[in-house]
């Protein structure tokens, strides 16, 4: 803004009309005028006046050039101005103008436009006559009443009230930092100090309230603590407590109450424009709520903290995120998780704790001595007919009848249901160690030591034994005697009379305790009625008992009612022809069936396995290729096969056969030929290794080669999968690696 000029400008000094003003007019006139003063000036531009809307900003100093700004800037916008004249009030504030001189800097620009045009010179502020008597001026003579209105504002300096007749009216709203010795006729030890108070009078000194109002106190203006007296009375009958309310001020104990408490806490939420409280609250006497936000107790109930509990049951406990005692006597713990966890009824114990229960102690945990359930899973409950300490309880769990510690598992009612001894492997999966059924099968895995301690000297006890008092049973001397006397034998007991005995050695005694070195020595008669005929390989060799023949009456697999002839040997068995001799069929110990030559059936049941394998070599990696790993054709090794390891390839040729003890159903080799390496499921049901890599696998999923070595994925590109198809799976695999049930149908 070019050629700028304030030709002329008169400066109204309020400070000095204010001294000027205290010596001749009353008060209230002086401090009606405020700080600021009012600026008048002519502002030219370009060589005539100005009209228009400009910015001007002033700057105080204490001398007419240099120096540091004493107030300032001021910056008054959008001033008018017409034909060059305009005037702004400009104010600096308390304390600025103390009697020195001052010189007024000015700068202009139009308004919200260009820079700012600095002026010069500096305009000096120049005081009123009547200002500069006031600046000199002492209240020595000045007589009358000052109006009380006008005795008012800030005084600097002290202001001494020394004659005895001096008095104040009024409650003193507005007077501070007073140091009296009696107030109202009261010392300063009457009052309560902030550093405390000494001899006080029990009864006679308090602090609170002597009408019927609650004693407040608050922080920050807010109210943070309410102690409220109620009483109650009835025809024959008086109540009467504190209500303590601590907290947020929305907190409340209902009307009515007596003796609630309210520690702390509660809430007031704002989320947008919407805005809400979340108080704790206390709607029966007695009741208390320690802190938290949105907690409710009823009468003599307790919530200690925590959110939105709910303890509404006389007596009762809720604590926690959303636990809910809604029963007399109740005790409800909820942890972080959302939604309620509710008390079922009345005098309960009830935690919700997603992590588990953990208690610490060295003295284990203590029950009483009553006949009551101990710990149950609320699963097949009672009926409400049974008795009331177990009516609508589940039936699996611990119960202690009358001197019998019972572990119980539901009746025939439901079924099947079995209890089981099992051991977990880290993966979480059990391992089978024992398990009895509905009907008290006992079923062990890795069988029964009877005895262990070897405490038997002879007789049926300690024994395996049969029924309540009848004397059937098995016995095993262990503490005395020697091999040939019975000590390590085993003793068969009917009626409580030992029947037959079986020595260390293997002799057999029947009716007799000591039988000699024969196998079997029987004082009485014998019949091979469905017996055995013993096959020895050395005359008189009373250990060969491995080999021989005997009638089996109902348990030959295979043969129509189990009965008939059963050949066996202790490492197999064969069948042929003499002369000369030819093994046609034979037969090991394990199981293994032999055939010389062409074998005819018009079926054929394998129950061994449930995949039809042929062995393979498989080209060595960087390690052992394990069961269940999915392999490909080798291309650089003609008739070997390879760990997959890329998606979709169509040089699949099957899964290492074996995994989860799913064995081959049929294995195909020519000996000499095409034998050795491992055999490889071609088809049927087989455990494949196989991972998410391509999204959870569900039954009925196609599965083809991944990414991962030796493992198999889901197909989800139909197009690629074409030539690359292992089969169907028959399992699901939610996320990571494991084993799948895959039907291999090669494709």
């Known amino acids: 803004m070019k050629n700028v000029k304030i030709r002329r400008l008169n400066c109204f000094l309020v400070l000095a009309l204010l001294a000027l003003t205290m010596v001749a007019a009353p008060l209230s006139t002086a401090l009606a005028q405020g700080t600021a003063f009012t ?79 600095q002026l010069a010179p500096r305009t000096q502020l120049n005081p009123t006559p009547y200002a500069i008597f006031a600046e000199g001026a002492n209240a020595g003579g000045l007589s009358g009443v000052i109006p009380a209105g006008n005795f008012s504002g800030t005084y600097g300096s002290p202001v001494n009230l020394d004659n005895a007749a001096n008095s104040f009216s009024g409650n003193g709203a507005g007077l501070t930092n007073v140091n009296a010795t009696l107030l109202g006729g009261l010392a300063v030890s009457n009052f309560w100090q902030t550093t405390g108070n000494a001899g006080t009078v029990p009864g006679v000194n308090f602090l609170g309230t002597s009408d019927n109002e609650p004693l407040i106190l608050r922080a920050d203006n807010q109210v943070g603590l309410q102690l409220q007296y109620v009483s109650s009375s009835g025809f024959d009958s008086f109540s009467s407590g504190m209500n303590i309310i601590g907290g947020y001020s929305g907190n409340t104990i209902s009307n009515g109450v007596i003796g609630g408490t309210i520690a702390g806490g509660g809430d007031y939420s704002r989320f947008g424009l919407l805005g809400g409280g979340v108080p704790n609250v ?80 060295s003295v284990g945990v203590h029950l009483n001595a009553a006949d009551e359930p101990i710990i149950v899973r609320d699963w097949d409950v009672f009926a409400p007919s049974a008795p009331a300490d177990k009516a609508g309880i589940g039936r699996w769990g611990l119960f202690m009848e009358p001197t019998i510690l019972t572990l119980g598992i539901p009746s025939d009612d439901v079924s099947p249901r079995y209890f089981q001894v099992a051991k977990y492997n880290t993966n979480g999966t059990p391992t089978q160690l024992a398990q009895v059924d509905q009907s008290g099968n006992l079923g062990v895995v890795g069988g029964v030591n009877v005895d262990q301690t070897g405490t038997n000297i002879g007789g049926l006890y300690p024994g395996l034994t049969f029924g309540a008092s009848s004397g059937e049973g098995i016995a095993s ?271």
């Open 39 to 117: 600026y008048q000036g002519q502002l030219d531009s370009s060589g005539g006046p100005a009209t228009g809307s400009f910015d001007l900003v002033f700057t105080l100093y204490g001398d007419a050039t240099g120096g540091s700004s004493l107030a300032g800037p001021v910056t008054n916008t959008a001033v008018a101005v017409t034909n060059g004249l305009f005037a702004t009030a400009v104010d600096f504030g308390d304390g600025k103008f103390t009697g020195g001189s001052n010189w007024l800097s000015i700068s202009v620009r139009t308004n919200g436009a260009g820079a700012l045009t």
């Open 282 to 361: 206390v709607t029966g006497s007695y009741g208390t709520v320690g802190g938290g936000n949105d907690n409710t107790a009823g009468f003599e109930a307790t919530v200690p903290g925590g959110f939105d509990n709910l303890a509404s049951g006389n007596y009762s406990f809720a604590a926690g995120q959303s636990a809910q005692a809604l029963y007399a006597g109740a005790f409800v713990w909820a942890d972080s998780q959302n939604g309620t966890f509710a008390s079922s009824t009345s005098d309960e114990f009830s935690i919700r704790a997603n992590n588990g229960v953990r208690i610490q102690t």
């Open 477 to 747: 001397q262990r503490a005395s005697g020697s091999a040939t006397s019975g000590r390590y034998g085993l003793e068969f007991y009917t009626d409580f009379a030992n029947r037959m005995t079986i020595l260390q050695n293997g002799s057999v005694g029947v009716g007799t305790t000591t039988p000699s070195e024969a196998l079997m020595e029987v004082n009485g008669d014998v019949r091979l009625d469905q017996n055995r005929l013993l096959l020895t390989s050395v005359v008189g060799n009373a250990n060969d008992t491995g080999n021989g023949l005997e009638y089996d009456p109902s348990g030959l697999i295979g043969v129509p009612g189990g009965a008939g002839p059963f050949l066996f040997g202790f490492n197999g068995g064969a069948l042929g022809t003499s002369d000369p001799n030819q093994v046609s069929l034979s037969w090991s110990y394990t199981g293994d069936v032999w055939v010389s030559n062409n074998l005819s059936t018009a079926s054929l049941t394998i129950r061994g396995g449930a995949d039809l394998a042929e062995p393979f070599n498989i080209t060595a990696g960087k390690g052992e290729v394990p069961q269940g790993a999915v392999v490909v054709i080798d291309e650089q090794n003609p008739g070997q096969l390879k760990l997959t390891d890329q998606p979709y390839d169509t040089r699949v040729a099957g899964v290492v056969s074996g995994a989860n003890g799913i064995n081959p159903g049929i294995q195909m080799h020519q000996q000499g030929l095409l034998e050795g390496g491992k055999n490889v499921a071609l088809s049927g049901r087989v455990y494949v290794q196989a991972d998410t890599s391509n999204g959870a696998i569900k039954p009925g999923d196609l599965l083809t080669t991944s990414g991962t070595p030796g493992r198999a994925m889901r197909v989800s590109d139909h197009v690629r999968a074409q030539g690359a198809i292992l089969g169907k799976a028959m399992t699901a695999l939610k996320q990571g690696q494991g084993m799948v049930l895959v039907l291999v149908t090669l494709q």
